[in-house]
Nanobody, 124 residues
Framework: QVQLVESGGGLVQAGGSLRLSCAAS????????MGWFRQAPGKEREFAAT????????YYADSVKGRFTVSRDNAKNTVYLQMNSLKPEDTAVYYC?????????????????WGQGTQVTVSS
């Protein structure tokens, strides 16, 4: 059983930056592909970014490509999401998730464990 705890959310002005962290415990972190998803009010949870088990492969949603960077530190059991040039439409609850036995995946149904989420609010 893997526990995931996100942190780093907050209120930021448009054009600003935030760095989200997701600390994992209770499992072999390096054996999980990790993903970041987000959910805005009234909308479905959507894919933002994913990173492979050793950090070699990363994929992004078109809406965040070029602005967000996902990374991981397997020695610290932590995955990060650096978010730059934030826009009001990036406002959402951000969740990290762990997928067992996969290289990478964008599909939320393929993730086995989820964190509780952290709120990101971007003001215009």
């Amino acid at each position: 059983q893997v526990q995931l705890v996100e942190s780093g959310g907050g209120l930021v002005q448009a054009g600003g930056s935030l760095r989200l962290s997701c600390a994992a415990s209770g499992g072999a972190f390096s054996s999980y592909a990790m993903g970041w998803f987000r959910q805005a009010p009234g909308k479905e949870r959507e894919f933002a970014a994913t990173i492979s088990r050793r950090g070699v492969y990363t994929y992004y949603a078109d809406s965040v490509k070029g602005r967000f960077t996902v990374s991981r530190d397997n020695a610290k059991n932590t995955v990060y999401l650096q978010m730059n040039s934030l826009k009001p439409e990036d406002t959402a609850v951000y969740y990290c998730a762990a997928a067992r036995g996969l290289l990478v995946t964008r599909k939320k149904d393929e993730y086995d464990y989820w964190g509780q989420g952290t709120q990101v609010t971007v003001s215009s």
